[in-house]
């Protein structure tokens, strides 16, 4: 399973306001910060989130944020944890990529998505039985 992600963004500031809020429901906190980078989890030993405007190490010539954008879902505990994210995103700037709602292909999802300030498409999603 997955340990960690990161994802670089071009405006911090901005991008951690906006994590802050939509990930909160979600019951995602940031559990670490310096001046240009963020880290969210649920709790300690979870996996986390990395969100930064430096240039990871890892990175080749010509990488950039946004070149490549990237679909990362979060589990929701129940729908109005989803709407909360969604609405949370959507004020501070997210575009709307799916409003909260079941989803066609299943119906036992019930998921909301926003493409973030740099073109990332989040997910918040809730499976019911």
Request: hydrophobic share 45%.
């Amino acid at each position: 399973m997955i340990h960690h992600l990161g994802i670089v963004v071009s405006d911090f500031v901005r991008s951690a306001a906006l994590y802050d809020a939509c990930l909160a429901p979600l019951g995602i906190r940031r559990a670490e910060t310096d001046l240009d980078w963020a880290i969210y989890a649920a709790a300690p030993g979870h996996p986390f989130l990395w969100v930064g405007a430096e240039i990871p190490s890892f990175w080749k010539s010509g990488h950039e944020a946004s070149r490549s954008p990237i679909h990362l879902a979060f589990a929701a505990p129940d729908r109005a944890a989803v709407n909360a994210f969604y609405y949370a995103a959507i004020d501070l700037g997210a575009e709307d990529n799916g409003p909260p709602g079941p989803r066609v292909s299943d119906a036992s999802f019930y998921s909301a998505f926003i493409i973030d300030l740099d073109g990332n498409n989040i997910e918040a999603t809730v499976q019911e039985s």
